[in-house]
């Protein structure tokens, strides 16, 4: 059984930054691992993945330049550096992991349960 759990959202302001945090238990040792967030009365949007090796991140427009994903797999850790936030940003943040990933959300199996992230203008 895989399971997911988000730490480090927050508030902050226009500007600032923040790390999230995702630990995974269970077998996603070789597994894809993901961002997405979801805003209010919008639909989850890919944020950023990462290949089980992290030799290959991808961005979605809103992430380059600002956010950087990484991931540590001795800790079953994935995490999304977040800097030059903007109020924008507000949302719930979600891992997500699967033994292929991509940047849709579709191709993901697991999920966690979300952080907030709230920034302030």
């Known amino acids: 059984q895989v399971q997911l759990v988000e730490s480090g959202g927050g508030l902050v302001q226009a500007g600032g930054s923040l790390r999230l945090s995702c630990v995974a238990s269970?077998?996603?040792?070789?597994?894809?691992m993901g961002w997405f967030r979801q805003a209010p009365g919008a639909e989850r949007e890919f944020v950023a993945a990462?290949?089980?090796?992290?030799?290959?991140?991808t961005y979605a427009d809103c992430a380059k330049g600002r956010f950087t994903i990484s991931r540590d797999n001795a800790k079953n850790t994935v995490y999304l550096q977040m800097n030059s936030l903007k109020p924008e940003d507000t949302a719930v943040y979600y891992c997500?992991?699967?033994?292929?990933?991509?940047?849709?959300?579709?191709?993901?199996?697991?999920w966690g349960q979300g952080t907030q992230v709230t920034v302030s203008s």
């Open positions: 997500a992991t699967d033994p292929l990933g991509g940047d849709y959300a579709d191709r993901y199996r697991y």
């Open positions: 990462i290949r089980w090796n992290g030799g290959r991140k």
């Open positions: 269970g077998r996603t040792f070789s597994y894809a």
